[in-house]
């Protein structure tokens, strides 16, 4: 009886890493960047409404958690407008 399994290891040739386009990226376009800030204040009006929620039910670690998320998420629309 012969050993006739294949040897270990790879059989396919490893995949090259993704190289890095030159230059600096593309900018979104307007409409883009509006709809995505739009979004984000949404969620941060929704983390706002946690925020009082939790408040007026005593909550305190909650409501401050919820009113950090909202003020980030109200940072995070302002950089989505200006940087692009």
Do not use: C, H, N, Y
Not at 4 to 32: H, L, N, V
Not at 66 to 71: I, T
């Amino acid at each position: 009886m012969t050993d006739e399994r294949p040897a270990a290891g790879p059989t396919e040739p490893a995949a090259q890493p993704p190289t890095a386009p030159a230059g600096p990226p593309e900018k979104r376009p307007w409409i883009e960047r509006l709809g995505l800030a739009i979004v984000a204040l949404v969620m941060a009006a929704l983390f706002a409404i946690v925020a009082v929620a939790a408040g007026a039910g005593g909550e305190w670690i909650l409501a401050s958690m919820s009113a950090v998320g909202a003020l980030m998420t109200i940072a995070v629309a302002a950089v989505t407008v200006i940087r692009g």
